[in-house]
């Protein structure tokens, strides 16, 4: 556990990404478009694997880093999948088939 | 911690909220993905780093994809569904009977809760004996006592599987006979 002037710091750095988090969330919440929330939930995660890499250093447990990597990729890949999804509207290989299944 | 655990907890709540309400099934979807960060990272200050790493691969990744392809095949709106009062009562119930059965569970690392003091003597001093003259402990935590929770864990997960077989199969099985 840091002491002094560097913990107040991390514990400063871990609200006001919680604030942005919470400010992320209501916008994804309110937002009318699909891009504001896309926006969101990236910034989310984002800030998610900040909060962690922080709380990792406040608690001087260094192999949590290791859990953010993972959540940025994670979120990277989700966000890759839920755009193909919004652009395209199926998964699949062939307008044919999906629409086969669908039917 | 407990000024990131109250906001995170707040967090999820909110985002459980929205899942529950929101009639947008893309946008649900997304809310399920936030959850799933905000539960892991809930769990990794819990102090459990190999949950917190299942639930994001399988909760952030696996889920969010698996759920955009039934969304493929489905529709992506709700049909907007009346408030019913029975199954807000039954679990409201719920809730509130596994709410008091939390009130006595032992204090967060208390040194005589159960899972400190039940396999006494512990698996280090029984080991040995139990498996025969095994020398790795953690081969045998691993490979024989945790053998048991495996199997069954894999019969629950094949049951579930042959269910979702099952309802899959049925549209095919349809279409086979017509033509």
Request: charged share 15%; aromatic share 10%; glycine share 8%.
């Amino acid at each position: 556990m840091e002491s002094g002037f560097m913990h107040y710091g991390y514990v400063a750095c871990s609200l006001s990404i919680l604030v942005t988090m919470t400010l992320a969330l209501i916008r994804a919440m309110l937002g009318p478009t699909v891009f504001d929330r896309v926006l969101a939930l990236n910034m989310f995660g984002t800030k998610t694997v900040l909060l962690i890499c922080v709380v990792s250093f406040l608690t001087g447990r260094q192999d949590f880093i290791d859990v953010a990597l993972l959540y940025s990729l994670m979120n990277f890949i989700g966000m890759v999948a839920l755009l193909r999804f919004s652009q395209l509207g199926y998964f699949g290989e062939t307008e044919s088939e999906s629409t086969e299944v669908s039917a | 911690m407990i000024f990131i655990v109250i906001p995170i907890l707040a967090l999820l709540a909110m985002t459980a909220f929205a899942v529950a309400r929101i009639r947008d099934l893309w946008a649900a979807v997304m809310f399920t993905g936030i959850f799933s960060f905000l539960g892991a990272s809930w769990m990794l200050i819990l102090d459990a780093p190999d949950v917190a790493f299942t639930e994001a691969a399988v909760g952030a990744g696996i889920s969010t994809f698996l759920m955009l392809s039934t969304l493929a095949l489905t529709g992506k709106k709700e049909k907007p569904s009346k408030v019913a009062v029975v199954p807000l009562l039954v679990v409201g119930i719920t809730g509130a009977a596994l709410i008091y059965g939390t009130l006595d569970m032992p204090a967060y690392g208390a040194p005589d809760a159960p899972i400190q003091t039940y396999p006494n003597p512990s698996f280090v001093e029984k080991s040995k004996q139990d498996m025969h003259g095994l020398p790795n402990v953690v081969t045998s935590v691993l490979a024989s006592y945790r053998g048991y929770d495996t199997l069954g864990e894999t019969a629950v997960i094949f049951t579930a599987g042959i269910a979702v077989l099952l309802i899959l199969r049925k549209n095919g099985d349809q279409e086979d006979r017509k033509s």
